[in-house]
């Protein structure tokens, strides 16, 4: 697609269910990227998939937290048994950056999930 | 790890009038970004400079690699240039994640 889409715009849910979000990378971008924003603070990084592979999960606040990635494109953020403090934007973003042989490229970002756990 | 300070945290600033922008970092960067977050919370790059000055319009971005800082200009601030604005850079390793700053708060006053 033109950008990186994600989906759903908005979720609630109740304490303890889980929740998958979903980010559409832009066509072509190897380097996927999950952040997570909470209100009025800045973007924490998640997790970083290279094609399918996600080398660098440092960010994952829990278990409970975990993220794939198919066909390298589409990828799935799972949250297990939510809890209040998991309520953020989530936001997802791609580039082109490819191999260990890394060259330098620009990262587009979705418009995030607002998750709110009740 | 890396750490990037941005400065000031907040800014009003009155229509027409001038700013600047301050992203500091602590290590040696491939990557550096400029973005805006508007109030519908959009991330917008405005500059991909990991050295050097670009200009886009009424903004402008000079990164000074090898003193770890970057600056971004806003000239004839406009109320749709309120938002917040992030600075993230990319460490000059094997790791591919941006590291953003807790940004700079900007509201333009009609």
Redesign the interface.
């Known amino acids: 697609g033109a950008g990186v889409s994600q989906s759903p715009s908005n979720k609630v849910t109740e304490k303890g269910k889980d929740v998958e979000l979903r980010c559409d990378p832009i066509s072509g971008h190897t ?1 996927l ?1 999950w ?1 997570r ?1 909470s209100l009025g ?3 924490e ?1 998640l997790i ?1 998939f ?1 094609g399918n592979s996600a ?2 999960k440092s ?1 994952l606040p829990s278990d409970r937290f975990s993220a794939e990635r198919t066909g390298g494109s589409v990828s799935t953020l799972t949250i297990q048994r939510t809890q209040q403090e998991d309520s953020a ?1 989530y ?1 997802c ?1 791609s ?1 082109l ?1 490819q191999g ?1 042989y ?1 060259f ?6 979705g ?2 999930t ?1 998750l709110t756990v009740v | 790890g890396i750490q990037v300070e941005q400065s000031p945290p907040d800014l009003i600033l009155q229509e027409g009038a001038n700013s600047t922008l301050r992203c500091n970092f602590s290590d040696s960067v ?2 550096l ?1 400029w ?1 805006h977050q508007n109030p ?4 917008i ?1 405005l500059f ?1 400079i ?1 050295s050097g000055t670009k200009q886009n319009g009424r903004l402008s971005a000079t990164t000074v690699a090898t003193e770890r800082y970057s600056l971004l200009y806003i000239s004839s601030s406009q109320t749709t240039d309120s938002g917040v604005y ?1 600075c ?1 850079v ?1 460490r000059m390793d ?10 700079t708060r900007l509201l333009v006053r009609p």
């Open positions: 380097a990227y952040y924003q603070q800045g973007l990084f970083y290279q080398p660098d960010g934007v936001l973003a580039s950056a260990i890394k330098d490229t620009e990262a587009f970002f418009q995030g607002r | 491939n990557n970004q973005f519908w919370g959009q991330l790059n991909y990991p992030f993230a990319e094997s790791s591919y994640k941006l590291i953003f700053g807790s940004g």
